[in-house]
Nanobody, 127 residues
Framework: QVQLVESGGGLVQAGGSLRLSCAAS????????MGWFRQVPAKERDFVAR????????DYSDSVKGRFTISRDNVKNTIYLQMNNLKPGDTAVYYC????????????????????WGQGTLVTVAS
């Protein structure tokens, strides 16, 4: 079992930057693939990025590639999402998630493939 707590959301102007953090409890953090998803009201929770247990492999959705960077610190049991050049379309609640199954070279982008979730943090990008 792992508990995830996101932080770092807020209001930012278009073109600005934010860094989200997700702190994890539990002894198995370093073995989990970790991901970020986002959701706007009345829409599906969409994949944003994921990172392998070692941190050596990262994958991104096309909508954020080149602007967002996912990273992790397995000593601090924390993952990060650095978001640059933010756009109004990035406005959403951002969730971190943990996948406890064996790492797949094919990115798991469906929310049902992740086992544990944080409560979310709201990011609002003003135009």
């Amino acid at each position: 079992q792992v508990q995830l707590v996101e932080s770092g959301g807020g209001l930012v102007q278009a073109g600005g930057s934010l860094r989200l953090s997700c702190a994890a409890s539990g002894r198995s953090f370093a073995s989990y693939t970790m991901g970020w998803f986002r959701q706007v009201p009345a829409k599906e929770r969409d994949f944003v990025a994921r990172i392998s247990p070692s941190g050596s492999i990262a994958d991104y959705s096309d909508s954020v590639k080149g602007r967002f960077t996912i990273s992790r610190d397995n000593v601090k049991n924390t993952i990060y999402l650095q978001m640059n050049n933010l756009k109004p379309g990035d406005t959403a609640v951002y969730y971190c998630a943990a996948d406890r199954s064996a790492f797949s070279i094919v990115p798991r982008t469906d929310r049902t493939e992740y086992d544990f979730w944080g409560q979310g943090t709201l990011v609002t990008v003003a135009s």
